[in-house]
């Protein structure tokens, strides 16, 4: 029960940042897990490999959540979003495999050195070059394809690498948030199924898991997410682009420093 409340607590946490931020939360769902399942007595090379699958479980749903709401504000390129979504897949299937194939720890540094990259792109590139456009669908669905395998293989929904691609490409800070909110749904769902076949089979997962997904973390974690996201949703529409754009970045160093010296 105190693990369900635990989960449930940071599944509040979760929803709001995936509102606010775009990024399904992943970035935050990692770092939260991983220790509760060492805890428990997992090593970390199970430990790892299921928080990066339950969170992206988790952010099937929240990512959904969030997407509808940032809909609903007019804040998604749909343009640009086929395209980003069909190459997301692709590479969400084999980050999966990728991931399954590496050891916690360096799965874990990875993950970690990752988003303070993120950080320091999003802290000191705070305006486009005038006049850029959004690249052919071609491009699109590449570049797509490298950030699902990415995002895939550290279980976040795309968000910390979505966001700047299309900011980048001209969108607008808040667009560039509500796509990218819609586009992890892809990311998550494809990087789930890839979880649950890399671990299937694998002898030293708890009761209660599918491959590496664990349900009760998903489940509490989700319920209180869902409620979130909307409120989140509704503060990055009225945060002024450039203060959104840096406390992202803020947000990511203190993930991103905190995982790296978990270790």
């Known amino acids: 029960m105190l693990s369900l409340l635990i989960y449930v607590a940071a599944g509040a946490v979760v929803g709001f940042v995936s509102g606010l931020f775009g990024i399904g939360g992943g970035v935050i769902v990692v770092p939260m897990l991983l220790p509760i399942f060492q805890a428990q007595g997992l090593s970390m090379d199970v430990a790892m490999h299921m928080a990066v699958g339950?969170?992206?479980?988790?952010?099937?749903?929240?990512?959904?959540?969030?997407?509808?709401?940032?809909?609903?504000?007019?804040?998604?390129?749909?343009?640009?979003?086929?395209?980003?979504?069909?190459?997301?897949?692709?590479?969400?299937?084999?980050?999966a495999q990728l991931a399954a194939a590496l050891s916690g720890d360096i799965l874990r540094?990875?993950?970690?050195?990752?988003?303070?990259?993120?950080?320091?792109?999003?802290?000191?590139?705070?305006?486009p070059p005038p006049g850029r456009i959004m690249p052919r669908p071609?491009?699109?669905?590449?570049?797509?394809?490298?950030?699902?395998?990415?995002?895939?293989?550290?279980?976040?929904?795309?968000?910390?690498?979505?966001?700047?691609?299309?900011?980048?490409?001209?969108?607008?800070?808040?667009?560039?948030?509500?796509t990218s909110a819609a586009a992890g749904v892809s990311i998550a769902l494809a990087g789930s199924i890839g979880f649950i076949v890399a671990g299937t089979g694998e002898d030293r997962l708890p009761a209660l898991s599918t491959g590496y997904i664990y349900w009760p973390a998903v489940g509490g974690i989700t319920v209180a997410s869902v409620f979130l996201a909307p409120v989140g949703a509704r503060v990055a529409s009225r945060i002024p682009a450039v203060w959104l754009r840096r406390i992202f970045a803020g947000f990511l160093v203190v993930v991103g420093l905190r995982l790296l010296l978990s270790g």
Do not use: C, D, Y
Not at 109 to 126: K, N, S
């Open 109 to 127: 540094i990875i993950f970690a050195l990752f988003v303070l990259a993120l950080a320091a792109r999003m802290a000191f590139a705070l305006e």
């Open 54 to 95: 339950s969170s992206l479980a988790t952010i099937v749903i929240t990512g959904l959540s969030s997407a509808r709401a940032h809909w609903r504000l007019g804040n998604l390129v749909v343009s640009a979003l086929p395209w980003l979504v069909a190459g997301l897949v692709t590479g969400a299937l084999i980050g």
């Open 138 to 178: 071609a491009a699109v669905a590449a570049v797509g394809g490298v950030i699902g395998t990415l995002s895939s293989l550290v279980g976040i929904g795309g968000g910390t690498l979505v966001v700047p691609f299309l900011v980048w490409s001209g969108v607008a800070m808040r667009q560039a948030v509500g």
